[in-house]
């Protein structure tokens, strides 16, 4: 173990190095000209200003070993999808767009294939705007549409994912120049592949969300309330959300998120936290470091009428508590050290470790989308669940066309190898994003 855990290490430290001397070595006296879009990303160029069009092809390439940290499940598969997008604008006051999607997987042989991976060419967004954000007070956007707020730890458009979410709804909006409210009312898109994707099925959400940048100086602070109904289930989440600048180029994040109501005949009790404080230490390649520390409560007794295991309701959780997404914000404490490196423009390094225990032994591990991966009988003796070691390169070879590659390595600890196999879990990927019929 503590020889893998070395050439993990080692590796991210000669990517680094290697993206350094890069950076070095870059002239910005003489900068390139800019190029011209091809023809095909100048489509709008040559369409009425009421109509846009935009289209995005991704294609990423995974590679897992070890699934469920059981030795021999090991697969490797193609995700490919397709997005075209058309706004009309007939009048300022007014834009419709629509958005198609055609998500499909390619040589998976382990776990599903369906949705998430697979969502034959479908309707993702459709949706009406009324008004103009950056001259009405107020404006309103009603149909199926995605939402997004702060850091998407609990509402987000998991874009990640080869078929992503979006909700049904409305949501108003309320634009000022040092603050912003958000009001909606919404039900998630249930994907199903063969089928048009509808909701209705419950997980309805609703709330309001608002954000400021005067109440703390050189800071954003958001608060939130979100409101989700099952028909089994009613909770409350009401938290805040703080970004903001310190001296010396430190810089910090911070959310804390409450939760009551009821689940069946149990009353909900949870709660969970993030904190984060970050130092840019160079300019010239820019570095800046990380120090993170993540919990989500558990559920220490499933008999006794009260449910303490936080709900992350419909985040983007992909890469916030490990790039392998087996950990979520449920039942954990997760900490993190982290790297930033920007040897030179559009390029960026990263590299971090992650280490997690159970928030409480009698609960089990939840990964990135909630569900419940590896519990132990009776609650386990042990609760360190395991190491993550990650690194990702990420490169914008031109507007239209960007490149990421990643390599993430977990070595599990005494829960997980009481409660599965034990194997060690390596996840590669490669990924690249095509803009096409717009400039970006």
């Not at 993206?19 to 879009?37: G, M, R, Y």
């Not at 499933?302 to 959780?317: E, K, N």
């Not at 609760?383 to 993430?408: N, R, T, W």
Request: proline share 5%.
């Amino acid at each position: 173990m503590r020889s893998e855990r070395g050439i993990c290490f080692w590796i991210g430290m000669l990517l680094l190095a290697t993206s350094a001397a890069k950076a070095q070595q870059t002239n910005p006296a003489n900068p390139p000209p800019q190029a011209q879009p091809p023809l095909p990303n100048r489509a709008n160029e040559q369409l009425p200003g009421w109509l846009r069009v935009r289209g995005e092809f991704r294609s990423r390439l995974e590679w897992f070993t070890g699934a469920g940290f059981t030795s021999g499940r090991d697969d490797l598969y193609w995700l490919n999808r397709v997005r075209l997008n058309v706004a009309v604008r007939p009048s300022r006051l007014l834009t419709f767009e629509v958005q198609a999607q055609d998500a499909r997987v390619g040589g998976k042989e382990v776990g599903p294939t369906g949705p998430p991976f697979r969502d034959a060419f479908d309707l993702r967004m459709a949706y009406a705007e009324v008004g103009d954000s950056q001259k009405n007070l107020v404006t309103a956007r009603i149909g199926r549409q995605e939402l997004v707020f702060g850091e998407q730890r609990l509402i987000g458009h998991t874009s990640w994912l080869n078929t992503a979410r979006t909700f049904d709804g409305v949501r108003f909006t309320i634009h000022r120049p040092r603050y912003q409210l958000d009001a909606f009312a919404s039900s998630v898109v249930r994907i199903q592949d063969g089928t048009f994707n509808k909701s209705g099925y419950g997980n309805r959400v609703l709330g309001v969300h608002g954000t400021s940048r005067t109440v703390v100086r050189h800071s954003v602070v958001e608060a939130y309330l979100f409101l989700k109904r099952d028909p089994n289930l009613h909770s409350a989440t009401i938290g805040t959300h703080w970004t903001g600048e310190l001296p010396f180029r430190l810089d910090y994040g911070i959310e804390i998120a409450a939760q009551t109501g009821s689940a069946g005949s149990d009353t909900i009790r949870a709660w969970a936290g993030h904190w984060q404080l970050g130092e840019t230490i160079a300019s010239d390649p820019k570095l800046r470091l990380i120090g993170e520390y993540n919990y989500a409560s558990g559920d220490r007794d499933p008999s006794d009428g009260r449910r303490g295991t936080f709900d992350q309701l419909y985040p983007t959780a992909h890469d916030k508590y490990g790039l392998a997404d087996q950990v979520g914000w449920r039942n954990i404490h997760d900490l993190r050290l982290g790297s930033e490196i920007t040897p030179t423009k559009g390029w960026q390094l990263t590299g971090n470790y992650h280490s997690w225990w159970l928030a409480d032994t009698h609960d089990g591990l939840y990964n990135a989308a909630g569900a419940l991966i590896a519990s132990f009988p009776g609650g386990s003796v042990a609760s360190h669940v395991g190491e993550e070691f990650d690194v990702q390169l990420l490169h914008a070879l031109s507007p239209q066309i960007s490149l990421a590659g990643g390599y993430s390595r977990i070595f599990p600890g005494e829960f997980l190898k009481q409660a599965t196999p034990g194997a060690k879990f390596s996840f590669p990927y490669f990924m690249v994003t095509y803009i096409f019929l717009a400039e970006k």
